[in-house]
């Protein structure tokens, strides 16, 4: 089986040699955003227990699954130039085991402060994961071929999803009172401790760079140094920037952070509050509300793939990109507006849900053409930064319209409305050498 699909190479020696590294690091890299997404976004399945233990409000709630997000954005362009600096696999070995330990250290919690506290320094020691992988694909990989790269990687989120709800559930329910602790306890601990396991094991697993890697013979570690290479000169002549600044002054790199801040707000804001919206629904067993909770990710899982695969098959991004964020605001619509018809509105929420991930696939394969260099690395932690303070402000938001109109629903419309405009700056993006570049399909047509 191909990971990435034979027709987006021109021989079929490429389709070999670039299957080959991503079935050695995409399998990896997947189960490690699974731990990462998971205990990112577990505290939305402790809060049906937490609350009431530490005195924990909606809003308080939403405060604080939120703040998570402006510890990781003061640290994510230091994180990423350091990953460039001292390597992929002591930085990231350095993310897991601290954010590991902090993620268990959240079943001492007793107050809501030392919720607040702890999720901020969790996401400060996360800060640099995702914009990390997204740097190393451009290590790797060539950029008609990240796409779907990345769609793997993100599948992470869908399986967190998918396994982590269910699991959460069970956790919870199932070690209530074990060892006279709290469902939620167990829940941190549990979840925590695989962070911490799989860190050191990237130690021992992940290289750096090609060049010199025992898993390809040494004419594959020459094609794949000398293919990249020659790409990123070319982006560089087409007008990528290469240099510290470049990813400041790109236009189409705020676009881009627009983007991802909309797409970013919708999938945290479902992902946090979907526990909630399911028991609203009216579920009452954690079991259920974590089966009924996982199909979103489920129907996200597959369209992700097939979308990227389409996108880096045709290598247009555009369009793609366009129609992932008019997806997902649609989804979001008829989730709010058939609030009370829990088959229609679980239907919007997994069309919200893969609209977003597949939008983000898209989107992730644009930075390593706009920029090179150090200016990728500061380009995509700066995405990154600028987009996850919508994982800030999404459930505060849904915080904040619960508790004073108590109607969640209308959060997903204002979700929604973001979106939409996201749609519209997608489709400004446009690549360096996109009217030169005749004959490179992966810069002419994005």
Same mark, same amino acid.
């Given at each position: 089986?191909?990971?990435?699909?034979?027709?987006?190479?021109?021989?079929?020696?490429?389709?070999?040699?670039?299957?080959?590294?991503?079935?050695?690091?995409?399998?990896?890299?997947?189960?490690?955003?699974?731990?990462?997404?998971?205990?990112?976004?577990?505290?939305?399945?402790?809060?049906?227990?937490?609350?009431?233990?530490?005195?924990?409000?909606?809003?308080?709630?939403?405060?604080?699954?939120?703040?998570?997000?402006?510890?990781?954005?003061?640290?994510?362009?230091?994180?990423?130039?350091?990953?460039?600096?001292?390597?992929?696999?002591?930085?990231?070995?350095?993310?897991?085991?601290?954010?590991?330990?902090?993620?268990?250290?959240?079943?001492?919690?007793?107050?809501?402060?030392?919720?607040?506290?702890?999720?901020?320094?969790?996401?400060?020691?996360?800060?640099?994961?995702?914009?990390?992988?997204?740097?190393?694909?451009?290590?790797?990989?060539?950029?008609?071929?990240?796409?779907?790269?990345?769609?793997?990687?993100?599948?992470?989120?869908?399986?967190?999803?998918?396994?982590?709800?269910?699991?959460?559930?069970?956790?919870?329910?199932?070690?209530?009172?074990?060892?006279?602790?709290?469902?939620?306890?167990?829940?941190?601990?549990?979840?925590?401790?695989?962070?911490?396991?799989?860190?050191?094991?990237?130690?021992?697993?992940?290289?750096?760079?090609?060049?010199?890697?025992?898993?390809?013979?040494?004419?594959?570690?020459?094609?794949?140094?000398?293919?990249?290479?020659?790409?990123?000169?070319?982006?560089?002549?087409?007008?990528?920037?290469?240099?510290?600044?470049?990813?400041?002054?790109?236009?189409?790199?705020?676009?881009?952070?627009?983007?991802?801040?909309?797409?970013?707000?919708?999938?945290?804001?479902?992902?946090?509050?979907?526990?909630?919206?399911?028991?609203?629904?009216? *579920?009452? &067993? /954690?079991?259920?509300?974590? !089966?009924?909770?996982?199909?979103?990710? @489920?129907?996200?899982? +597959? #369209?992700?793939? $097939?979308?990227?695969?389409?996108?880096?098959?045709?290598?247009?991004?555009?369009?793609?990109?366009?129609?992932?964020?008019?997806?997902?605001?649609?989804?979001?619509?008829?989730?709010?507006?058939?609030?009370?018809?829990? *088959?229609? &509105? /679980?239907?919007?929420?997994? !069309?919200?849900?893969?609209?977003?991930? @597949?939008?983000?696939? +898209? #989107?992730?394969? $644009?930075?390593?053409?706009?920029?090179?260099?150090?200016?990728?690395?500061?380009?995509?932690?700066?995405?990154?930064?600028?987009?996850?303070?919508?994982?800030?402000?999404?459930?505060?938001?849904?915080?904040?319209?619960?508790?004073? &109109?108590?109607?969640?629903?209308?959060?997903?419309?204002?979700?929604?409305?973001?979106?939409?405009?996201?749609?519209?700056?997608?489709?400004?993006?446009?690549?360096?050498?996109?009217?030169?570049?005749?004959?490179?399909?992966?810069?002419?047509?994005?």
């Amino acid at each position: 089986m191909n990971l990435i699909s034979r027709s987006t190479f021109d021989n079929e020696q490429d389709s070999l040699l670039y299957n080959r590294i991503a079935w050695r690091l995409l399998p990896f890299l997947f189960v490690l955003y699974v731990v990462a997404f998971l205990d990112r976004v577990n505290v939305g399945f402790a809060k049906l227990q937490m609350s009431a233990d530490i005195g924990l409000s909606d809003l308080a709630f939403g405060f604080g699954a939120g703040v998570f997000f402006i510890g990781y954005c003061l640290c994510e362009i230091p994180s990423n130039m350091i990953l460039q600096r001292v390597g992929a696999r002591f930085w990231i070995t350095r993310i897991m085991i601290t954010w590991g330990l902090l993620s268990i250290s959240m079943m001492f919690v007793k107050t809501p402060t030392a919720f607040y506290i702890l999720r901020f320094l969790l996401g400060m020691a996360e800060a640099g994961f995702y914009p990390g992988v997204v740097l190393y694909m451009t290590y790797w990989f060539p950029s008609y071929a990240r796409s779907q790269g990345m769609a793997w990687f993100n599948l992470g989120i869908a399986m967190a999803g998918v396994l982590g709800s269910p699991l959460s559930g069970w956790i919870m329910q199932t070690f209530a009172g074990v060892a006279g602790m709290a469902g939620w306890q167990w829940l941190f601990l549990l979840e925590g401790i695989p962070a911490v396991l799989l860190g050191i094991a990237v130690f021992f697993y992940l290289d750096d760079r090609p060049g010199k890697v025992h898993w390809l013979s040494p004419e594959q570690n020459a094609r794949v140094v000398q293919q990249l290479a020659a790409q990123r000169q070319h982006h560089e002549a087409a007008g990528a920037g290469h240099n510290f600044r470049a990813a400041f002054v790109n236009k189409d790199l705020w676009c881009l952070i627009y983007v991802n801040f909309a797409l970013l707000c919708g999938t945290y804001g479902v992902s946090f509050w979907l526990p909630q919206i399911v028991q609203g629904l009216g *579920v009452k &067993s /954690l079991f259920q509300t974590g !089966l009924i909770a996982a199909i979103p990710f @489920a129907v996200a899982s +597959v #369209l992700m793939v $097939l979308v990227s695969r389409h996108s880096d098959k045709k290598r247009e991004r555009r369009w793609h990109g366009t129609l992932c964020n008019l997806a997902s605001a649609l989804g979001l619509a008829i989730a709010a507006y058939f609030h009370d018809q829990p *088959v229609l &509105s /679980l239907a919007g929420l997994s !069309l919200a849900m893969s609209g977003g991930l @597949a939008g983000f696939c +898209v #989107l992730w394969a $644009l930075p390593g053409v706009l920029l090179t260099g150090t200016a990728a690395a500061a380009g995509i932690a700066l995405i990154a930064t600028v987009g996850n303070l919508g994982g800030y402000a999404s459930p505060f938001m849904m915080g904040w319209v619960k508790q004073s &109109s108590g109607h969640l629903e209308y959060g997903l419309y204002a979700l929604a409305g973001m979106t939409l405009i996201g749609a519209f700056v997608m489709f400004s993006v446009k690549p360096p050498g996109a009217k030169d570049a005749k004959g490179l399909p992966e810069l002419s047509s994005i």
